[in-house]
């Protein structure tokens, strides 16, 4: 594993509390994704960020804010949690710039989430 | 919607044969990359392929990328039972990196 850890690993939460996801990254990569996977959707994106403030919608944003105020963590936040979103959480980087074009993304070992 | 399909959903063989997948992009991309996913972990890296590649070899995996058909297949020859996992293709440009919805493959000793 490419030093990124995922907290926590689990969680159970009730419907409408707030909920934050922690991705922290060791390699100093410049990007960095949330994904959840569902069973029989793959793995969707939710947000992304390409440097510190810098971040935008993926293609299942809708309910989930993220922030990076480090280059090292990327926070996903469910602002009012809904049962849609139980799911499996993960968190991924890749390096970043021109030369690094086409490298490879590393992945976390996922946070699964339960909305009850 | 996703950017990759692939194709089958799931696959069955025994071990010792061939397994292809296939994926179908929509837009156009920097590079195309295979994935593999073991139950409960994390996606791992298997290969990337660039825009203007058509062909690349990794071990007993060949890839191939079609642009003209937004197409890419992977190909896992002599297959193992510790080849049992899931495979997604995962097609990346502008930043982001959008999966599809996988291939179950199941390799039966």
């Known amino acids: 594993d490419a030093g990124i850890t995922q907290s926590p690993r689990h969680k159970v939460t009730e419907t409408g509390t707030p909920v934050t996801l922690r991705c922290h990254q060791t390699?100093?990569?410049?990007?960095m994704y949330w994904y959840r996977q569902d069973p029989g959707h793959g793995l969707r994106l939710i947000h992304y960020?390409?440097?510190?403030?810098?971040?935008d919608k993926g293609e299942v944003s809708d309910g989930y804010s993220v922030s990076r105020s480090k280059t090292e963590d990327f926070l996903l936040t469910l602002e009012s949690a809904t049962s849609s979103q139980t799911s499996v959480y993960f968190c991924?980087?890749?390096?970043?710039?021109?030369?690094?074009?086409?490298?490879?993304?590393?992945f976390g070992q996922g946070t699964r989430l339960t909305v009850v | 919607s996703q950017q990759g399909e692939e194709d089958p959903q799931a696959l069955s063989i025994q071990e010792g044969e061939n397994a292809t997948m296939n994926c179908s992009y929509k837009?156009?991309?920097?590079?195309l990359q295979w994935y593999r996913q073991n139950s409960g972990r994390g996606l791992v890296h298997l290969i990337l392929?660039?825009?203007?590649?058509r062909e690349k070899h990794s071990g007993r995996l060949r890839v191939t990328l079609d642009t003209s058909k937004k197409s890419s297949s992977l190909l896992i020859t002599a297959s193992r039972a510790a080849d049992t996992a899931s495979y997604f293709c995962?097609?990346?440009?502008?930043?982001?990196?959008?999966f599809g919805q996988g291939t179950e493959l199941s390799v039966k000793p």
């Open positions: 991924a980087t890749k390096a970043g710039g021109a030369e690094f074009m086409n490298t490879e993304a590393f």
């Open positions: 390699e100093n990569h410049r990007y």
């Open positions: 960020s390409y440097g510190v403030k810098d971040t």
């Open positions: 837009t156009s991309i920097n590079n």
């Open positions: 392929i660039r825009s203007n590649e």
């Open positions: 995962a097609t990346g440009g502008g930043g982001k990196l959008i």
